[in-house]
């Protein structure tokens, strides 16, 4: 299998979207910025991220519709384009997720998580290895947020995402916050979760924001992000130092200065 080389150093970022384009263009200390892959035609880049990418600031394509561990035939189309984003805005690799989002036809419309079993993984494995054929930069792929846990699970999510790494060579996108959401939800042990992965392929971190409703913690983009979340980036930078730290923030955004002051926690937690 080829060997790629190591992850880019990336520093601390910031999720792009349209609402929010100029604050990012004037935060100070923006070294990355990640972009929804599906949100961008890639014959008609938005012009902030063009000013972006002029002023060196690495630009990461995000999908979130490949539905890479999806049993039906993978979406081809759907490759190619985040493909061409990559090519449109000089990315140095490209993410999504370890999910599926369709079966039997329908969208569920929200990033489902994988039964953790051998059949399942092989199944991802095989739908990896076939996006990355495709690819002309290396794939990560990110650890979901999950309000369930399928039943007869074989592997620990660790585990899982430790074999997958193996078997396909991609690179890992860690979610501190949906781990965090996952162990307050269904139990996974994040002690457990970092010492099993191969963090030597860690290609970059989210954190995020989230809510407690009803008992559950959702992941919801749309809030300062918790201490809990913070201290998580703390563990992991323990055991290896992150190429780089991107802040998501999808929906209700906050004035700059709050911005800012998120980013400048994650720089002090990274010192």
Same mark, same amino acid.
């Not at 349209?18 to 990355?32: A, K, S």
């Not at 030597?200 to 918790?226: N, S």
């Given at each position: 299998?080829?060997?790629?080389?190591?992850?880019?150093?990336?520093?601390?970022?910031?999720?792009? =979207?349209? @609402?929010?384009?100029?604050? +990012?263009? %004037?935060?100070? &200390?923006?070294?990355? /910025?990640?972009?929804?892959?599906?949100? !961008?035609?890639?014959?008609?880049?938005?012009?902030?991220?063009?000013?972006?990418?002029?002023?060196?600031?690495?630009?990461?394509?995000?999908?979130?519709?490949?539905?890479?561990?999806?049993?039906?035939?993978?979406?081809?189309? =759907?490759? @190619?384009?985040?493909?061409? +984003?990559? %090519?449109?805005? &000089?990315?140095?690799? /490209?993410?999504?997720?370890?999910?599926? !989002?369709?079966?039997?036809?329908?969208?569920?419309?929200?990033?489902?998580?994988?039964?953790?079993?051998?059949?399942?993984?092989?199944?991802?494995?095989?739908?990896?290895?076939?996006?990355?054929?495709?690819?002309?930069?290396?794939?990560?792929?990110?650890?979901?947020?999950?309000?369930?846990?399928?039943?007869?699970?074989?592997?620990?999510?660790?585990?899982?995402?430790?074999?997958?790494?193996?078997?396909?060579?991609?690179?890992?996108?860690?979610?501190?916050?949906?781990?965090?959401?996952?162990?307050?939800?269904?139990?996974?042990?994040?002690?457990?979760?970092?010492?099993?992965?191969?963090?030597?392929?860690?290609?970059?971190?989210?954190?995020?924001?989230?809510?407690?409703?009803?008992?559950?913690?959702?992941?919801?983009?749309?809030?300062?992000?918790?201490?809990?979340?913070?201290?998580?980036?703390?563990?992991?930078?323990?055991?290896?130092?992150?190429?780089?730290?991107?802040?998501?923030?999808?929906?209700?955004?906050?004035?700059?200065?709050?911005?800012?002051?998120?980013?400048?926690?994650?720089?002090?937690?990274?010192?």
């Amino acid at each position: 299998m080829r060997r790629v080389t190591s992850s880019p150093r990336l520093g601390v970022g910031i999720g792009w =979207r349209p @609402e929010i384009d100029l604050t +990012v263009e %004037r935060l100070p &200390d923006v070294d990355f /910025v990640e972009v929804v892959a599906e949100n !961008v035609d890639p014959g008609d880049v938005p012009e902030s991220l063009r000013l972006l990418g002029k002023r060196g600031v690495p630009v990461l394509p995000h999908a979130v519709s490949l539905s890479l561990g999806g049993a039906e035939p993978l979406d081809m189309a =759907r490759v @190619e384009h985040l493909a061409a +984003v990559a %090519r449109a805005v &000089d990315a140095p690799l /490209v993410s999504d997720h370890v999910c599926f !989002v369709r079966a039997g036809g329908l969208d569920a419309g929200h990033l489902m998580p994988l039964p953790r079993t051998k059949e399942a993984l092989d199944v991802l494995v095989a739908n990896v290895r076939q996006a990355q054929r495709e690819l002309p930069v290396p794939l990560a792929l990110e650890n979901v947020a999950a309000l369930i846990d399928w039943p007869g699970a074989e592997l620990t999510e660790g585990q899982f995402l430790a074999e997958l790494v193996e078997r396909t060579d991609c690179r890992l996108l860690v979610d501190v916050a949906n781990l965090y959401a996952n162990a307050r939800n269904i139990g996974t042990d994040p002690a457990e979760f970092l010492a099993t992965l191969p963090l030597e392929r860690l290609a970059y971190v989210h954190v995020a924001g989230g809510v407690e409703r009803d008992g559950l913690y959702h992941d919801t983009h749309a809030h300062a992000m918790p201490d809990a979340v913070l201290d998580l980036l703390g563990d992991l930078c323990a055991r290896v130092d992150p190429p780089g730290v991107l802040l998501e923030r999808d929906d209700d955004y906050p004035a700059d200065e709050e911005l800012a002051a998120e980013l400048a926690a994650i720089r002090a937690v990274l010192a």
